[in-house]
């Protein structure tokens, strides 16, 4: 891959956007590598969890871009808006846990790629915008959904109304992400939070989290039939014999036997 570097090490696959020329801004290209790149981590079996970052320490990604985007008829923004959002829907829909390390700049589509992760970690430098409508246009890859489900329709209107840029600390108020840190102990917060998760099981975290996207927007009688029979089969794995024997064995669970 061009613009993508890959790492897998104790059982964390790490995804970098490699583009730092550009701030790391997403090109077509780069849109297929990303999803491609998640898409191999997913099924890599020495995986159970997934960070994306951006390289150096001024963006995460700092949207799409522009320049392409200039010459777009509206056929070719269609194609683009699509193969973005089906890149975001491999991230969102991952059974492994996505983490979102934003170490700079998330700005339209990066933040973007940000929202449809799990779980958000954001350096003290962090900035993040949906700025498209200063361009005469609107967030294409999922931001006018995504964003109000995470912090709520009235700040989801204010950020991509008005385009205007946010830092660290307001998207920690608002519910946008997870964790603030310093710049220096970024990917080692990323790594202990990887490390919390993975020392249960995947398979139910996998089940949880297909529970929680699957029943977010439906009504909770809906939902809880999709916990209730989540839960249930669960009851049929050696991942729940195994979970349970170490409980009443007091020992530590091992899932990857």
């Not at 583009?19 to 999803?35: D, F, I, Q, W, Y």
């Not at 846990?97 to 998330?106: C, K, L, S």
Request: glycine fraction near 8%; include cysteine.
């Amino acid at each position: 891959m061009k613009y993508i570097k890959i790492e897998v090490k104790n059982r964390i696959g790490t995804i970098i956007i490699n583009r730092p020329e550009a701030l790391n801004a997403m090109s077509r290209t780069l849109v297929g590598e990303l999803k491609d790149a998640t898409e191999n981590l997913i099924k890599d079996s020495d995986v159970n969890i997934i960070l994306i970052t951006g390289s150096g320490e001024k963006a995460f990604v700092a949207g799409a871009d522009i320049k392409a985007m200039q010459k777009m008829s509206g056929r070719q923004a269609l194609e683009f808006s699509r193969e973005g959002q089906e890149m975001t829907m491999v991230i969102e829909e991952s059974p492994k846990p996505v983490i979102a390390v934003i170490n700079g700049f998330a700005l339209g589509g990066g933040c973007e790629i940000a929202l449809a992760c799990d779980i958000r970690i954001a350096s003290q430098n962090a900035k993040f915008s949906q700025p498209e409508v200063a361009l005469g246009i609107i967030p294409g890859w999922g931001g006018t959904q995504r964003l109000p489900r995470l912090i709520g329709k009235g700040y989801a209107i204010e950020m991509i109304a008005s385009g205007e840029m946010i830092n660290a600390d307001e998207a920690l108020r608002i519910g946008l992400v997870n964790h603030v840190v310093p710049q220096s102990e970024l990917m080692g917060k990323a790594y202990l939070l990887a490390q919390s998760i993975l020392k249960n099981g995947p398979n139910a975290v996998a089940a949880a989290l297909k529970c929680i996207h699957t029943g977010y927007d439906k009504s909770l009688e809906s939902s809880l039939d999709i916990e209730l029979n989540a839960f249930a089969e669960l009851f049929e794995t050696e991942e729940q014999r195994e979970g349970t024997a170490a409980f009443v064995e007091k020992r530590k669970p091992n899932f990857n036997k």
